[in-house]
């Protein structure tokens, strides 16, 4: 059973440049969460996607947008580049179903990096 | 949303049992304590989950005194691929916004 996985691995872009990262969640899994990573940080929510709408966002400006596609893969595109988006960007998918907490899988990450 | 608080690292030596601890001090009631671990460059991995009182697993043990306002991650006999950030969550990822604080940088020496 394949985890989560990411693509693609490290990016290189210009600043005012936009960017395409995908995930695809592990098997079963219908809800996908995307992080940003700065260096020495903590990861940082940025949205949560369920049945193919955002469910949940978290302090970031518009110019990071997602989509889920009807398969629970997802994408999170970020226009305008700017240097400060220099990161890694996790993926993270869960179940919804099931009563109590559980846990988030996360996948190995983008890094990308913005001249 | 609970706000977590944790020692920014610590050092211990291999084969010995580490204890990290998190306050939480306005965790509600729903909320549920995940701690994970995370290496350079990597996804952060989950290592344990609990409400209340002790839980237990291959890799870990977590301790939750009974008003839940803090929680210790235990780990047994740490070895030196161990050393990574081991970070504390607070809440139920489905239905609030997850932050993740600092963490706690655990360094583990020969």
């Known amino acids: 059973d394949a985890g989560v996985t990411q693509s693609p691995t490290h990016l290189i872009k210009t600043r005012g440049q936009q960017v395409t990262l995908r995930c695809s969640p592990k098997s079963g899994h219908d809800t996908v969460s995307w992080y940003q990573q700065a260096l020495g940080q903590g990861p940082q929510f940025i949205f949560q996607y369920y049945e193919e709408e955002e469910r949940q966002r978290g302090n970031f400006p518009d110019r990071f947008s997602g989509h889920q596609f009807p398969n629970y893969s997802s994408e999170l595109n970020v226009n305008a580049l700017l240097l400060g988006d220099s990161a890694l960007y996790l993926c993270a998918s869960s179940p919804v179903t099931g009563t109590g907490a559980y846990e988030q899988y996360f996948g190995p990450g983008t890094r990308l990096t913005v001249t | 949303l609970a706000k977590t608080t944790q020692p920014i690292s610590m050092d211990s030596y291999e084969g010995q049992e580490v204890n990290i601890t998190c306050s939480h001090n306005n965790i509600a009631t729903n909320d549920y304590i995940t701690w994970y671990q995370q290496f350079p460059s990597q996804g952060p991995r989950f290592i344990i989950q609990g409400y209340k009182t002790k839980v237990t697993n291959e890799v870990a043990s977590l301790f939750i005194p009974a008003d839940r306002k803090s929680s210790t991650l235990s780990l047994p006999r740490v070895s030196l691929s161990d050393t990574a950030v081991y970070y504390c969550?607070?809440?139920?990822?489905?239905?609030?916004?997850?932050?993740f604080g600092t963490g706690t940088k655990l360094q583990v020496i020969p």
């Open positions: 969550l607070v809440g139920d990822p489905r239905y609030q916004k997850v932050t």
